[in-house]
T-cell receptor, first 112, second 111 residues
Framework: EADIYQTPRYLVIGTGKKITLECSQT?????MYWYQQDPGMELHLIHY???????EKGDLSSESTVSRIRTEHFPLTLESARPSHTSQYLC???????????FGPGTRLTVL | QQQVKQSPQSLIVQKGGISIINCAYE??????FPWYQQFPGKGPALLIA?????SEKKEGRFTISFNKSAKQFSLHIMDSQPGDSATYFC??????????FGKGTRLHILP
């Protein structure tokens, strides 16, 4: 079972609020990722990190930002949430040997 | 050239039947081809993976067939069960680069 955690699992907030989605893993993986996914639909890579102090934007443009100060922690922040940000956000890390990605359970975000 | 094209978008199979999902890629440098399974409300989880030096890999009822010359690979689920109903994603990656996912196939197994 993957040791990757996301909090909160569900979040309903109003437009304009600042939010941070937490992601942590205990496997010591250097590579971590954030995906945006509408339920059962395509996975869109929005951010990734190859290690501490490394962050890159993914294939899908996103108004969110990320930071990687510690190996185990990869939080995602939205400075001013909008209804268009309503989606599921999945965090993942990958094994450096077999490249397997371990996904967290996701955060379902609803912006009213 | 970085895309992975997956079909069909949705699939309905009778219990006990064979489910087949197909994927195609363009970048011949890809060297790792995993399949992920996702149940509603959960994150995807690795189901089975193959490298291009192998034409077939089987794990239980799940088999990946790989055709390097055609740049295609497919997932076969034998004796499909209602518990197999999920969304399946094929993917490909290049060395230590990020994984490129297909758009997903929603599989529904009729009881």
């Amino acid at each position: 079972e993957a040791d990757i955690y996301q909090t909160p699992r569900y979040l309903v907030i109003g437009t304009g609020k600042k939010i941070t989605l937490e992601c942590s893993q205990t496997m010591g993986h250097d590579k971590m990722y954030w995906y945006q996914q509408d339920p059962g639909m395509e996975l869109h890579l929005i951010h990734y990190s190859y290690g501490v102090n490394s962050t890159e934007k993914g294939d899908l443009s996103s108004e969110s930002t990320v930071s990687r100060i510690r190996t185990e922690h990869f939080p995602l922040t939205l400075e001013s949430a909008r209804p268009s940000h309503t989606s599921q956000y999945l965090c993942a890390s990958s094994d450096p040997i077999d490249r397997r990605q371990f996904f967290g359970p996701g955060t379902r975000l609803t912006v009213l | 050239q970085q895309q992975v094209k997956q079909s069909p978008q949705s699939l309905i199979v009778q219990k006990g039947g064979i489910s087949i999902i197909n994927c195609a890629y363009e970048n011949t440098a890809f060297d790792y081809f995993p399949w992920y399974q996702q149940f509603p409300g959960k994150g995807p989880a690795l189901l089975i993976a193959i490298r291009p030096d192998v034409s077939e890999k089987k794990e239980g009822r799940f088999t990946i067939s790989f055709n390097k010359s055609a740049k295609q690979f497919s997932l076969h689920i034998m004796d499909s069960q209602p518990g197999d109903s999920a969304t399946y994603f094929c993917a490909a990656s290049l060395d230590r680069d990020k994984i490129i996912f297909g758009k997903g196939t929603r599989l529904h197994i009729l009881p």
